[in-house]
């Protein structure tokens, strides 16, 4: 039975957001493309729209830490045992403090501890009172797998529903974050059964809803998870095979398609305008996405790589970049909407008001199915 006492699941504290960056930007032994994908990774999963619950107490027993940290390094790849063994010494915000000064993000190392920390309390509001906004909630989403690992398909569909849609949730976070959350998860319960992953968040009553989810189902296949590309499979993949959502795929291929194209904006909007609607949107979505850090650093970038395609691929694509800078700078996505006009400046106007997760932006049905103009 889902609990009401819920907490953030997705805001990261400003000053918790710049320490890790800094981290990200600093940590020794790291190229520039780590470091890189370290940030994108901060804004992606950040959110400045949540609230903050209490600090919880707890007494770390110093012995335990010196153990725990030997034995993390002597343990394989599945550390849920050696978390299920410490918890109770440590605690686990002791544990996720520690996981961030090891890896910036430290998403997918917090799965494991998740799923410990729910087995360790059996009550879904207690567990995710206990880690808040740490390691950008990748303990949350193995919370929810662990939740969900032996329901069957129809129970599975039938909570998550009702998880996003509880008071208290709302009251904490937006709907369409929880339904990002839901996507990560279901590829994990699913072991990588994208097509079916894809069925349940297409079970939302709220297409918008059900686009979300689809961009937690296909960021947890892509940039989350160790997924390797089969092999023969072209430049597209896998949003030509899984064309449901085609912008929550393209969100994440994107970015991966820049850096097999040497980089080069130009040949990603080639292959964006090659393709027919609503794939080609998707494109243009996941072409904004992929700009988010050069207009972080330079706001007038936006309007040139934003220029390609109809009025329709341009505002997908500034949605792209703008709803998740805006979240993280607000200042830097004023700057990007000051550089455009006419019908460009009122979608980056928009998209800097509502930020990442709007239900009922006017551009919705461009990510649902739609192909009309905005």
Partial sequence: MLKTHLISWFKVPLIFLFLSLSL???????????????????????????????????????????????????????????????????????????LETLYPACHGQAHDLGQAILAQEKDLGLALMKCRNKCTSGWMH??????????????????????????????????????????????????NDIEKSLAACSTFPDSALGYYCATGVFMEYLVTGKTEKPENSGLHYPCDTYTRYPAACYRYRVPQMLKELDGNYDKVSAECLALSQPTRLGCFHGLGKAAIIPVLKNPKLLADICKYGTSSDQAVCIEGAIEKLADFDRGKATEAFENLSGESQKVCLAAAQGTMYRLNKPTMGLYTGGTGEP
């Fill in 142 to 191: 193995g919370i929810l797998m662990e939740a969900l690992k032996d329901k069957s398909f129809p129970e599975i569909t039938d909570q998550m529903i009702s998880f996003c849609e509880n008071k208290e949730m709302k009251e904490i976070h937006k709907p369409g974050n929880c339904a990002h959350g839901i996507g990560h998860a279901l590829v994990v319960i699913t072991h």
């Fill in 24 to 98: 990200a930007l600093e940590s020794p032994g790291q190229d520039t493309d780590e470091k890189e994908d370290a940030l994108i990774y901060e804004i992606e999963m950040g959110d400045m729209n949540t609230k903050e619950g209490q600090k919880p107490k707890f007494e770390v027993d110093p012995v335990a830490k010196e153990q725990f940290k030997f034995e993390f390094f002597e343990s394989g790849p599945d550390k849920r045992q050696l978390y299920e063994k410490y918890l109770p010494k440590l605690g686990a915000e002791w544990m996720l403090n520690w």
